[in-house]
Each structure stands twice: as C-alpha cells, then as structure tokens.
C-alpha cells in the first residue's frame, strides 16, 4: 500500500513545510499527500505557502482541504465585513498582508487592508479561487479526513453545517464519533488535547496540529500498511499567541 501523509495548519511556515516533506522523502509518485487546511495566517509566508499548495495540489496529486483560516481571508477579499476584517487582523491576518502586500512599514489599518485587497484581488485572484474551491473533507476506505472536526449529533457527517467542518472543537474531540473509520483532524491543537505537540491519538479520532505557528512543531502522520507513525520538525517561527 502506497503511504498516506497528513499534515495540517501550515500557518504560513512554509520553509517547516518544505523541510518536512524533505524529512519524510515526499514522493509524488508514491505518497497520497493529503493537506488539511489553514496554509495562512500567522507565519511570515502565506503567499507562498499558498502557491506550493496549489503546485502540490494540481500537479501532483494532493488533495488540500480548506481551513477556517483559508476562508476568513477569501471573505475578507471578496468582502466588505468589518467583523470578518477584524478577526482576519485578530487572528494572524497582519502577517498575512505583509506576505502579499509590500508595506513601508509594520503598521496595518482601514486604508491599508483596503489597498491590500484590491492587490490580492487584481494580482493572486487564482489563490483566492483555489482557497475558496478546496473541499472541507475527505474520505478514503481507511479515514476521513477534515480541518476542524464532526458533528456527531449528525448521524450522516456531511449534513453538518459547513462551519462545523472549519470551527468545531469540543463537541467534536470530547464526545464520540458517529462515523466508522478515525476521522484525522487538525485546527485544535495537540497541546491542548494531551499537553504535548506531538500527533494526538484519541481512539475514533486522531489530532495532528502540532502548533507550528505557535512555535512549537508541524506534524506529518504517516499511515502504510494499517500502521501509523509520526514526524515532525521544530525549526518553525517563534511568536506569541494571539
């Protein structure tokens, strides 16, 4: 059996990325790399991290699902909601300006964002398309596979709402799933599950976000042959939580 790397919350640290998939001899030809969402955000390159994961994605195979992070800022882009601009600029979004939109200095308002969008918009419009076109889940004979988690008051997982699939955390990691293959996931970090960053394996259900934008590590899960294995690298930005 082919292996199936997974690897979750990206967070803009694109050189972690890279150096992960070094790390665990990536082979397109071979390995079904499966992504689950939030490549933006928080680290210093999200631009590019985008742009890899589209090269990933539609070159080779990948499949990329979106992530809450990945959709605040298709929203911020095509919109014109100040509650979506301030949670994008709350949540890691500052860094995620800096990345598309060459600034003087570090200072991001009203006016900035607004310049910022109309330059994503005129010069990246195809990331933003990719951002919004990616799937939140996806099955395969041995998981499901989605950024956030599953409702389990639904019995059939895709009737949940679609913001379940990016935001839901304890109704999904503290109650039983009601589906019959582990559902891997991200966006709730490991840390919080069993105060480590490294993979979480909580039985129906499997947590790899290992807080690499928080400066801890980003995880690659590696299933072959019904076993699984982690990886990991620390070398990642430093910053505080916000």
């Known amino acids: 059996m082919n292996r199936i790397l997974m690897i979750s919350d990206i967070h803009g640290c694109l050189e972690p990325f890279n150096d992960l998939l070094k790390k665990v001899e990536y082979?397109?030809?071979?390995?079904?790399?499966?992504?689950?969402?939030?490549?933006?955000?928080?680290?210093?390159?999200?631009?590019?991290?985008?742009?890899r994961v589209m090269e990933l994605a539609q070159n080779h195979g990948a499949v990329a699902l979106r992530?809450?992070?990945?959709?605040?800022?298709?929203?911020?882009?095509?919109?014109?909601?100040?509650?979506v601009q301030a949670k994008f600029?709350?949540?890691?979004?500052q860094q995620t300006i800096h990345s598309y939109f060459d600034l003087a200095g570090?200072?991001?308002?009203?006016?900035?964002?607004?310049?910022?969008?109309?330059?994503i918009n005129y010069w990246y419009s195809s990331q933003i398309e990719f951002l919004s076109s990616l799937p939140l889940y996806h099955e395969d004979e041995h998981h499901i596979y989605v950024h956030?988690?599953?409702?389990?008051?639904?019995t059939n997982y895709r009737?949940?709402?679609?913001?379940?699939?990016?935001?839901?955390?304890?109704?999904?990691?503290?109650?039983?799933?009601?589906?019959?293959?582990?559902?891997?996931?991200?966006?709730t970090?490991?840390?919080?599950?069993h105060n480590s960053a490294d993979v979480?394996?909580?039985?129906?259900?499997?947590?790899?976000?290992?807080?690499?934008?928080y400066g801890m590590q980003l995880n690659c899960l590696i299933y072959e042959d019904g076993v699984y294995r982690a990886e990991r690298v620390t070398n990642v930005p430093v910053r505080k939580r916000r």
């Open 200 to 213: 979480w394996f909580g039985g129906d259900k499997i947590g790899i976000d290992g807080g690499c934008a």
């Open 159 to 187: 009737d949940q709402p679609e913001r379940d699939f990016m935001y839901i955390k304890k109704e999904f990691f503290q109650f039983e799933t009601v589906v019959d293959k582990p559902v891997i996931f991200g966006h």
């Open 148 to 154: 956030a988690g599953l409702n389990p008051v639904f």
């Open 189 to 193: 970090r490991t840390a919080e599950l």
């Open 89 to 93: 600029l709350e949540h890691g979004g």
């Open 106 to 119: 570090d200072l991001v308002d009203e006016e900035v964002i607004g310049e910022a969008k109309m330059h």
């Open 67 to 83: 992530g809450n992070h990945d959709q605040r800022l298709v929203d911020l882009v095509r919109g014109d909601s100040f509650e």
């Open 27 to 51: 082979d397109p030809s071979e390995d079904h790399l499966i992504l689950l969402g939030d490549y933006v955000d928080r680290g210093p390159q999200s631009k590019e991290t985008v742009e």
